[in-house]
T-cell receptor
Framework: DSGVTQTPKHLITATGQRVTLRCSPR?????VYWYQQSLDQGLQFLIQYYNGEERAKGNILERFSAQQFPDLHSELNLSSLELGDSALYFC????????????FGNGTRLTVT | GDSVTQMEGPVTLSEEAFLTINCTYT??????LFWYVQYPGEGLQLLLKATKADDKGSNKGFEATYRKETTSFHLEKGSVQVSDSAVYFCALSSGGGADGLTFGKGTHLIIQP
């Protein structure tokens, strides 16, 4: 158990809809990272938050947004969903800097129909 | 920018065979290097890490040595088991906390009894 909790585990929705994915980091970890994993693109870094502030952006679409709340949990919002958004979305947290590893949740599997 | 290249699978071996999964990287500065493993239906788990040149990371019979001269971090195991069947990801972090980890595309390992 990594200590990172993601909900829901599975999500099925239709094109054009909006969904919210939730992540609770390990106790004490201030950094939260979101990744998208798809068969053709592999693991893609989306966005990072540190103690409530956006720290870095990766390949995140404008239809996607995220935030980190004062209690350090984070939400990833995906809107105007397309079939190609179907993927596994992982949250990870980290306690320190670049030498420390990321700890991943079990992911949310999003299926857009 | 940073990048990680690893052999793509699937790699199929018989139980008790010797395993090598190659990983090479391109990075500025002195990155930390990681191997993660993903079992079916689960998130990524840290397998081992190395933070400086010539460091050897090891865990559960797996080993990898940080080779700065060849920019490599190959994963090895002397005798694989069926339970080692999973997807293995090589990753690097250039430090500073931003941007998380840069991952390779993953190698699917299948161990046959």
């Amino acid at each position: 158990d990594s200590g990172v909790t993601q909900t829901p585990k599975h999500l099925i929705t239709a094109t054009g809809q909006r969904v919210t994915l939730r992540c609770s980091p390990r106790s004490g970890d201030l950094s939260v990272y979101w990744y998208q994993q798809s068969l053709d693109q592999g693991l893609q870094f989306l966005i990072q938050y540190y103690n409530g502030e956006e720290r870095a952006k990766g390949n995140i679409l404008e239809r996607f947004s995220a935030q980190q709340f004062p209690d350090l949990h984070s939400e990833l919002n995906l809107s105007s969903l397309e079939l190609g958004d179907s993927a596994l979305y992982f949250c990870a947290s980290r306690s320190g800097t670049g030498n420390s590893p990321l700890h991943f949740g079990n992911g949310t599997r999003l299926t857009v129909t | 920018g940073d990048s990680v290249t690893q052999m793509e699978g699937p790699v199929t071996l018989s139980e008790e065979a010797f395993l090598t999964i190659n990983c090479t990287y391109t990075a500025t500065g002195y990155p930390s290097l990681f191997w993660y493993v993903q079992y079916p239906g689960e998130g990524l788990q840290l397998l081992l890490k190395a933070t400086k040149a010539d460091d050897k990371g090891s865990n559960k019979g797996f080993e990898a040595t940080y080779r700065k001269e060849t920019t490599s971090f190959h994963l090895e195991k002397g005798s694989v088991q069926v339970s080692d069947s999973a997807v293995y990801f090589c990753a690097l972090s250039s430090g500073g906390g931003a941007d998380g980890l840069t991952f390779g595309k993953g190698t699917h390992l299948i161990i046959q009894p």
